[in-house]
């Protein structure tokens, strides 16, 4: 076939396991949204300041005339408030979200995906870890802000 | 194969029970694709764990977010692009960690020639992997698979034409050390 010259599909389809579906259905019993956590919005307040911060520096460094080192330190910028916001991420994954903001984030969280595949194969380009930390920071806000709202929302029942 | 099987199309009471979280419909709509979900993740990720990872995070995500689907014919399709991202998710996360996972075949079929495919498929890197099967497999066009990982449409040719010779190169590699093996027997 001119399409599928090594017969890809003539290999056999591996069966699924049998329990993966008890599995599924567990987890949608168990939304993410209901795990109800403390937060130190302090602390998150603070890390979220240092990493916008950051990513001014980077939009004030685009005026700059282009030198190599100038190319160097953006990208070490925006590599290291990539990482410091992912930090932060990681805590507030764990969160309480509305179903809004659930939808906007799984859309950011794809962005992301898509982000990372484009930096496994350009780990330099200066450009997709800006984009990446700007994600980051659009989707730490997010978090913060619905974490806000839903402790509002609990303290009031 | 598993190129039509994501085509089968959702009537609308059906995407009304999805959009309210029915637990029955949710089971049979995932009757429905897992065969081919499945077997997309084995192939893309090269092992079963990382397949068990990639359904199950896929569904989860298409069941919580089947409000956004307007059109049920699409949702196979849909279902096919989060497999597709969650498995480059898998591929990232490994990258970082840097660990070498066991390939597994993910199939008991007993064909040495099957065997042999399979075999040269998961010792491929994972975009070679994902181009290759999106492309022969599913039926991809070049355009489509460029827009699923983000990239050029050159790229996707170029990265599957490298493949399938890596792939040629393996089985023929495979053939001359059998053919060797038994030369030696005689």
């Known amino acids: ?157 | 194969m598993s190129n039509n099987a994501f085509n089968q199309p959702l009537d609308a009471l059906c995407l009304k029970r999805l959009r309210k979280q029915c637990r029955r419909t949710q089971e049979q709509v995932y009757r429905l694709f897992v065969e081919a979900a499945w077997t997309l993740a084995v192939r893309l990720t090269g092992c079963e764990a990382g397949a068990w990872d990639a359904v199950q995070e896929s569904f989860l995500r298409a069941f919580r977010q089947a409000g956004q689907l307007h059109d049920g014919s699409a949702f196979g399709f849909w279902l096919r692009r989060i497999i597709v991202n969650q498995a480059m998710d898998i591929h990232r996360m490994r990258s970082r960690e840097s660990t070498e996972v066991p390939r597994e075949t993910g199939s008991d079929a007993p064909d040495p020639a099957w065997l042999d495919l399979e075999t040269a498929i998961a010792g491929l890197d994972a975009h070679g992997r994902m181009v290759l099967w999106l492309h022969d497999a599913e039926g991809m066009t070049h355009e489509e698979i460029a827009s699923l990982v983000g990239k050029t449409v050159s790229w996707s040719k170029t990265r599957l034409s490298r493949t399938r010779a890596r792939v040629r190169e393996a089985l023929s590699k495979e053939m001359n050390s059998s053919l060797r093996k038994v030369g030696n027997a005689k």
């Not at chain 1, 937060?39 to 300041?49: K, T």
């Open chain 1, 1 to 157: 076939m001119q399409n599928d010259p090594l017969n890809l599909r003539s290999l056999p389809n591996p069966a699924p396991p049998e329990d993966l579906w008890p599995s599924i259905a567990a987890a949608l019993d168990d939304p993410p949204r209901s795990r109800v956590r403390r937060y130190l919005p302090v602390a998150l307040a603070a890390s979220l300041v240092l990493a916008v911060t950051g990513l001014q520096v980077i939009d004030m460094a685009d005026d700059q005339p282009t030198h190599a080192t100038t190319e160097d330190s953006e990208l070490q910028l925006a590599r290291a408030t990539s990482a410091r916001l992912e930090q932060l991420l990681r805590r507030q994954r764990d969160g309480v979200l509305d179903a809004t903001a659930v939808e906007s984030l799984a859309w950011m969280e794809q962005e992301l995906g898509w982000l990372d595949v484009q930096l496994a194969d350009n780990p330099s380009e200066t450009r997709l870890w800006r984009q990446r930390a700007e994600l980051l920071a659009e989707m730490a806000s997010q978090y913060e802000r619905n974490n806000w709202q839903a402790r509002i929302q609990l303290a009031s029942y």
